[in-house]
């Protein structure tokens, strides 16, 4: 989450679903067999909630959030612990190690970089000896919630102002295709996806989740009036690909691919 054109998240809208949003952060953590390792950087930290489990769980090393959102960066500033975790702002395509890196980590980010994987195959050529690299990102682009977006965004009364903001639906590699990047920079690696079965609550349940993400980009090119018609329309879609459960809950389903590289020694 910390390319280009972060400015203007919200991090309260993000964290509606924290819960969901965090869980494949520990999945992937859970990879990463660093035992005592000195310098931790997280890229695209965002509000910087899941930042601090890397200082809770490497208590002694000297943990690092970069983002380029300042809204995201505020709202990381109550983690931020003196000597031990501490928040920058910077794009992640200009980040530069000062120095060795013993886990880099990157934490549904990198979608929103276009062209990543050259950026990601720097990361793996710098990883040091007895080094690791994690990265999570959305495999969901040709889901629902983004198929429906884009076709609203290419339709004709909004072409003109929303096509070239329509989700891409490349806008991440295959699992094999992070595989090859990190075996290209010399990393052991471990790909695999996983698709998550949210149970949400509340009415359009999907659209509150889409507004965190997705269609933030969407709706900042609109004037008030135009925003309320696009949500409505985009909310009116979703309740039909998504539809209450008996139960009043809806199930929407989200699929993630993870990548762990690490270089033995």
Known sequence: MGGGGRDGWDPVAYLRFADERSRPFADLL???GA????VVVDLG???GSVTATLHRRWPRAQVTGIDSSASMLAAAAEHAVPGRLTFVRADVREWRPA??????VSNAALHWVPEHPGLLARWAAAVPVNGWLAIQVPGNHCAPT???LAALCRSPRWASLLADAAPDPDAVLTPAGYLDVLTGGGLATDVWETTYLHVLTGEDPALRWAAGTVLRPVLARLSGPDAAAVTAAYAAALREAYPRRADGTTVLPFRRVFAVGHRAA
Do not use: I, T
């Not at 035992?35 to 000195?38: C, G, I, L, S």
């Open 45 to 47: 930290c965002g509000d």
């Open 99 to 104: 120095g060795q890196v013993d886990v880099l």
């Open 30 to 32: 859970g990879r990463v």
């Open 35 to 38: 035992v005592d390792p000195a």
């Open 146 to 148: 983004h198929a429906l």
